[in-house]
């Protein structure tokens, strides 16, 4: 799934957030004091980053030649 433009549900901006999110969670900082500082409150918001996982890698890998 690629993050989306606007949460589904709110419509609330979220798009622009994620490179962060990806960043400092990969540095080791705990998931909840990244979406508080990116002020993502609502559980629709939050659930579509707590949901993500890249899988394009491994998508690509079955493109039709």
Not at 12 to 34: C, D, M
């Amino acid at each position: 799934m690629i993050i989306p433009v606007r949460c589904f549900s709110c419509g609330k901006p979220i798009g622009h957030l994620w490179e962060e999110f990806k960043k400092r969670t990969s540095e080791g900082e705990p998931a909840k004091k990244v979406l508080d500082e990116l002020e993502l409150e609502r559980f629709c918001c939050r659930s579509v980053f707590l949901g993500q996982t890249d899988l394009i890698e491994l998508v690509g890998k079955f493109k039709k030649s």
